[in-house]
């Protein structure tokens, strides 16, 4: 396999992520303080290398093969990762071990963390965490959108060929999709933003948090996350940019165009939709008010579901203390996730409706074993070739929980300990259930060695897994 | 639908339970105590409805529309689970929901129990709950080769179809392979029940334990299972005849023709005895040996992990103080199970072969966009009909064990309490994790709620789930 192409992307990423550390660096320099020193190093540390490889393997018109391209997305977020963890290294002096997980757990809108005492750092560092999540966010939907379908994985083979409403008849060039969609997420981030401040945050507050919820990514500028902007209002505000986060963004595109009845109209996003009113219904029912009025009730109960649902992870309260329901439901809903094409990550609604329909496909054909029953989605035959990756990619998770919950056991964590770290990293949510991991904890106690299987777990749940599973076979490397 | 056949075919299976109970009744009668009155009670309590039933609806050449064949497969083992009760409400003076319980628990082959002071019991009500195992067991084998490939559900279809070599080319009436069956289960369980007596049980103790061992059952007649028994001799006995539970009677019944070379070409037998030797191995490798010797570490790892991989469920000590690792190695074990056509339940060895084979299949798809890659197993193709079922079966078992956790939870139960009971029972298994329902504990404190949802959930993963699923259908019951 040449490694000059994989070697020219790997520079491009890095020029990008050291050009990125320039915007902390800029943000300390102004604020007066000497805490741009270590954003100006990482910067360097970054950019000498990735200029050395982008003159040396730069060619005129460079030409990827499609199976390299498993290897390159892989090398991408890896590679992001690392450089990241720069600044955590020199601004925070923590290993290279918590500043990689914490810059993995950013880059891949996971949202777990290692850093305790957030209220009290300084901008630049808060600003590094929320750009991570923002970036990886838009880095996800584009590549999920432009370089998956053309390898074969994740689902968006499945809107590409079945809905052809977004594309006017003729399908855009895949530059100006990604251009659209690029602006809908800053003019979202933006609005958010913008809402946030509105509504009692600090101008910096606001921003962070904007760039972390747009993106589903869930990092917080404090250790209490929105527990320290709990009004009913704020948590409604965040709610709805989850959500919006979590929608399929050639859709929301679509809708700006001929109105809100795109949304309705794409079976995706109503089961989605409907996914979250029935989860939050039920939860809201189950949940023991107290003094509490039932308003309030719904809005914590929603806004921590959602939260997790969508796979942001921000938490306003330590859910855990609950009750058994909660704490059950809290670990399943890890395995949802929003919709294809949008920046939420784990299983996914159009999988869930999918698994649904298949398992009803079946017992219809038990009912009737001569009949012929097939998997439909917009009016249109799922093809089985949609199916049967999909069910890989069911086992692929499946698998990849057990394995990781058994090693994490193996290194003394305790079951729901394991079992919670382990999904909510391959789910790319954040917070676990305990009390290590759980909302109220910290992911720092944990062993070096977990915290890089966790890492790892992140970026093969933010690339479907199957992107990374491929690179792990003789097959791939041979021929 | 007509309600002739199916109370037919329930008063058969009350007869059926009522002659059995004649068995304890008559031990307890030579026992030379009023212990057989409880039984004689239950009898008629179970044979003067039953004969009434069957009176009224015996027909000359009954049919069944295949259709049918659901819901009357699922009455048999109610009906069979509800009969069963009797003894204990009667004899033990427990509630009926707790009768129940340990009835469908005994008849499921799953073996979790609410009983406490088992050493304590009378001679007839230990063998009753050993009885109950060792009819369900049969039933169950013979139900998985007679009658549910004739609807659909399990796997049996794969092997009839694939593998020719038993069938000497004509298949055997299936009369006659049910009788053969029959024989080799009587046989090994005599043969294992003179073994146990051989490495020191009394001869009451091996008789149960023989019966409750090869049905991959799991009652013993000691609170400490087989901690009672647990030298390291003994614990190779109850492997060995756990394993040879969980093989295909018809793969068995070949062997005893042509030699144990049918074992080896058996695609799936090889695949299950892989798996025993790699997780054992692995799990000797993780224990704590301390002062102990290397094969006392062996055996009782060996010993305990084969019982939850068997659905057996025996436990010779509380694994659940080894460590994380096993605690999670524990809980994952209780999805897999043994193989097809035998008296195992669970996932099965076949199922997670075609679940790796599916995920490899898939990944060479990856690499290779334009190959043609099948499942293969016996060196045949797989139908994509068994795939289909198979997927569904994962959704359905995945669905259930989610369902079943969060309402358990909803009872108060913590997640572990409630993951692993939920688990335990939809897979047959018996013992559960945690100081509630775990190897040193006892199902008794359970909400009584709880007790009849997970009574339900072993006869879900007894009837393989579908069966029940198609029950629950709008479409099965129109038309």
Chains 1, 2 share one sequence.
């Not at 020199?90 to 949202?111: K, N, R, V």
């Not at 009004?231 to 940019?241: D, E, Q, S």
């Not at 649902?309 to 309260?317: C, D, P």
């Not at 919950?405 to 079992?419: N, W």
Request: glycine share 10%; aromatic share 12%.
């Amino acid at each position: 396999m040449n490694p000059g192409p994989i070697l020219f992307v790997v520079s491009v990423t890095m020029i990008a992520m050291g050009d990125l550390m320039l915007i902390p660096a800029l943000v300390g320099f102004l604020g007066g303080t000497q805490d741009y020193e270590p954003f100006l190093e990482s910067a360097g540390l970054t950019l000498i290398p990735a200029l050395l490889l982008y003159l040396i393997f730069r060619r005129p018109g460079i030409a990827i093969h499609p199976r390299q391209a498993f290897l390159i997305t892989t090398m991408v977020w890896v590679v992001a990762g690392v450089s990241g963890s720069f600044p955590f290294v020199l601004h925070e002096h923590i290993s290279f071990t918590d500043a990689f997980f914490e810059s993995m757990s950013g880059i891949t809108t996971t949202g777990s963390t290692v850093l305790v005492g957030l209220d009290q750092m300084s901008h630049p560092i808060l600003l590094w965490r929320s750009l991570l999540q923002w970036v990886g966010g838009l880095g996800f939907m584009l590549m999920a959108v432009a370089i998956l379908p053309l390898v074969g994985v994740g689902g968006m083979r499945l809107f590409r060929t079945e809905s052809s409403d977004w594309s006017d008849k003729t399908l855009p060039r895949t530059r100006d999709v990604a251009a659209r969609i690029g602006a809908l997420y800053v003019a979202l981030s933006v609005l958010c933003a913008f809402c946030y401040w509105l509504f009692g945050m600090s101008a910096f507050d606001a921003i962070n948090h904007a760039m972390t919820t747009v993106s589903t990514g869930g990092y917080s500028t404090s250790d209490a996350s929105m527990g320290k902007y709990d009004a009913t209002g704020m948590l409604w505000i965040c709610t709805l940019f989850m959500v919006l986060g979590s929608l399929p963004f050639l859709v929301l595109l679509q809708a700006l165009r001929v109105g809100p009845q795109a949304l309705f109209r794409d079976d995706q996003v109503v089961f989605f939709g409907g996914m979250i009113i029935l989860v939050t219904l039920l939860g809201t029912s189950m949940y023991e008010t107290g003094s509490g009025s039932t308003v309030r009730a719904w809005t914590v109960v929603t806004f921590n579901m959602v939260s997790t649902i969508t796979t942001t992870g921000f938490v306003s309260t330590d859910y855990s203390l609950w009750g058994g329901f909660f704490v059950a439901a809290f670990l399943f809903l890890m395995f949802t996730g929003g919709c294809s094409g949008s920046t939420a990550g784990s299983v996914k609604a159009f999988r869930i409706q999918i698994a649904l329909k298949m398992l009803s496909t079946q017992i219809k054909k038990l009912i009737h074993p001569n009949g012929v029953f097939v998997v439909r989605m917009h009016d249109r035959m799922v093809d089985p070739s949609i199916t049967s990756a999909l069910v890989a990619f069911f086992f692929a998770i499946g698998l990849t929980v057990i394995g990781l919950t058994v090693a994490l056991g193996a290194m003394g964590l305790d079951l729901i300990t394991a079992l919670s770290s382990a999904a909510t990293a391959v789910t790319n949510v954040g917070p676990g259930l305990g009390d290590i991991v759980g909302p109220a904890g910290n992911f720092a106690p944990l062993p070096g060695l977990a915290k890089w299987l966790l890492a790892l777990a992140m970026l093969l749940g933010r690339l479907e897994l199957m992107t990374v599973f491929v690179l792990l076979t003789r097959a791939y490397w041979r021929g």
